[in-house]
């Protein structure tokens, strides 16, 4: 057996893994770009909430329902925020 041989039974050998290695790369690089999306509308849902229970005080409503609406509206914002910066 040649070296060209050789390096073709190594190839042949090695391939799949190489793909499978590719793939998984591939897969943990979309999931960790998801996840960071993920933390940045959670940041804007924080802010949202934190924002919600400062006017709830300042108006006199009740804290939780400030909390919670604004959250939501906070979640809304980041969401929308980051399919415009996916697209």
Known sequence: MDKQQAEAVAQAILEPDLRTQDDLRRKRALEAARQSRKRRVAWFTLIGSGIGAAIA??????????????????????????RRAWA
């Open 57 to 82: 005080h300042l108006l006199g409503e009740r804290f939780t329902s400030g909390v919670i609406w604004r959250g939501l509206a906070g979640s809304a914002i980041g969401w929308l925020i980051m």
